[in-house]
């Protein structure tokens, strides 16, 4: 079982104890439009982190008929904010909102979320400049600490191809020389092809899609999902599960629990993206 929960306390921990050491103040401003209230979770959870990592922590909550205008309005103050490092929108939008134009208006150097095309060009074509999407990095760091830095003749199999996850977790897992796959929903024989993996990356948004037969023995297995299914035998009735079945996995080599995984790692990653764009920011 991979810990992701200790994980990401060990790293918001070291994050904390560089704030306070090199005397710099990240700024995250989150923005959430709508009241969705899985969004709500999130978003608080991303800024109590912030503050327990000694960051300056703005939340700014909009009502769900905000005009396209009002919040590009909002994204440009926070741009020019020297207090504020890191711009995260929450997402998704409001279907009258334009996620693509209200992204492409943050500016890259303060894009934490790594969503940018400016970031996601840089990420491919190698800049260290990139900002990588937390959930990615996060997972990467799950499989570093299972299968050492180099991943050389090791195959990757990535299920999902999203520009959040899947498509940026393949080429870090490129960068790592593992030898990816990149599958999704029009995938032929899927199971065969994740059997074959010595790391899988599960991405898919289905709840407990990957069945044992889909889990080589030995594997490392990253679950990225974080679905919410009814339960009437839990407390509140639902209860979350992953992308894989996780009671079927017992012969994967690691394997990371939803929730406890990958999710805290994410908040994590958010703590360090906007560590170092205020460390940037400051030598700039
Ligand atoms: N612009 C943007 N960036 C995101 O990174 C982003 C987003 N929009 N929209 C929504 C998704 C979802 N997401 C999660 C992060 C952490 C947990 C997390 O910490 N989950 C806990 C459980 C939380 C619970 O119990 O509900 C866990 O897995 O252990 C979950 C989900 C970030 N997202």
């Known amino acids: 079982m991979i ?6 306390a060990a790293i918001t921990a070291g994050i904390a104890e560089r704030v ?9 401003a989150v923005v959430l439009v709508g009241d969705d209230p899985a969004s709500a979770v999130y978003v608080r959870n991303k800024s109590r982190t912030a503050e327990r990592c000694g960051f300056h922590s703005v939340q700014h909550t909009l009502p769900a008929d905000t005009s396209e205008a009002d919040l590009l309005a909002l ?10 490092h890191g711009i995260l929108v929450q997402l998704p939008l409001p279907s009258h909102l334009d996620a693509s134009r209200v992204i492409a208006a943050i500016d890259p150097d303060k894009d934490v979320d790594g969503l940018h095309i400016v970031n996601a060009g840089r990420l491919a074509v190698g800049d260290p400049d990139a900002i990588v999407p937390c959930t990615p990095l996060g997972a990467m760091h799950l499989i570093e600490d299972v299968r050492g830095e180099d991943l050389s003749g090791l195959r990757a199999v990535v299920v999902g191809r999203s520009r959040l996850v899947g ?7 490129t960068k790592r020389n593992a030898t990816v796959t990149i599958a999704h929903s029009r995938t032929r024989d899927l199971e065969r092809l994740c059997a074959g993996a010595d790391i899988l990356v599960a991405a898919i948004g289905r709840p407990e899609m990957l069945k044992g037969a889909a889990i080589k023995p030995g594997a490392t297995v990253i679950d990225v999902g974080i679905n919410r299914i009814d339960d009437p035998s839990a407390a509140k009735g639902t209860r979350l599960v992953g992308d894989v079945a996780f009671a079927e996995a017992a012969h994967a080599g690691a394997i990371t629990p939803v929730p406890g995984g990958v999710g805290p790692m994410t908040i994590a990653m958010l703590m360090r993206n906007t560590l170092d764009a205020a460390l940037k920011a400051a030598r700039r």
């Open 75 to 84: 994204v440009d103050t926070l741009n020019t904010d020297p207090a504020v």
């Open 167 to 173: 498509l940026p977790a393949a080429l870090l897992l």
């Open 3 to 8: 810990d992701g929960k200790a994980a990401a």
């Open 20 to 28: 306070a050491a090199e005397g710099v103040r990240p700024g995250l």
